[in-house]
């Protein structure tokens, strides 16, 4: 009987749960600090836990707007420019970070697997605002 019991218990032990990898560029969800687009690199160059890919928040109040356009907009085909507003981390600021801006804008950044989410308030902004 003991040994029925030692087994089922080492059986129990060795189920593990699927990895998911929801946008499946090789780093799981839970790992992951941009879960809906592919970034192998995991590139953060603002070190907030959402992923450059993601992170079109430039000023951190939890929307992308017309704030972030403006940041963004001087880094534009620029060789001096801001690194986090490197999208794609292909070391220039592009049209592929102008698409991704207007994909992104008046949402939120991430989701991000090393983040909480952000529950959708219209006043989450604001408040964050004033609380830096």
Same mark, same amino acid.
């Given at each position: 009987m003991?040994?029925?019991?030692?087994?089922?218990?080492?059986?129990?032990?060795?189920v593990?749960?699927?990895?998911? %990898? @929801? &946008?499946? =560029? $090789?780093?799981?969800d839970?790992? +992951?600090?941009?879960?809906?687009?592919? /970034?192998?690199?995991?590139? %953060? @160059? &603002?070190? =907030? $836990?959402?992923?450059?890919?993601? +992170?079109?928040?430039?000023?951190?109040? /939890?929307?992308?707007?017309?704030?972030?356009?403006?940041?963004?907009?001087?880094?534009?085909?620029?060789v001096?420019?801001?690194?986090?507003?490197?999208?794609d981390?292909?070391?220039?600021?592009?049209?592929?970070?102008?698409?991704?801006?207007?994909?992104q804008?008046?949402?939120?950044?991430?989701?991000?697997?090393?983040?909480?989410?952000?529950?959708?308030?219209?006043?989450?902004?604001?408040?964050?605002?004033?609380?830096?």
């Open positions: 003991t040994s029925i019991i030692y087994a089922a218990i080492t059986l129990r032990d060795c593990s749960e699927p990895i998911i %990898d @929801t &946008d499946d =560029d $090789g780093v799981p839970n790992e +992951d600090n941009c879960i809906e687009a592919i /970034n192998t690199s995991q590139l %953060d @160059t &603002d070190q =907030d $836990g959402y992923g450059n890919r993601c +992170d079109l928040d430039f000023n951190n109040d /939890n929307v992308v707007n017309f704030l972030d356009i403006s940041l963004w907009i001087p880094s534009f085909n620029n001096d420019f801001d690194p986090d507003h490197d999208i981390g292909s070391g220039s600021v592009n049209h592929i970070g102008y698409v991704v801006l207007t994909y804008y008046l949402g939120q950044p991430g989701p991000s697997g090393l983040m909480p989410s952000i529950q959708s308030d219209p006043n989450t902004a604001m408040r964050n605002s004033r609380n830096r």
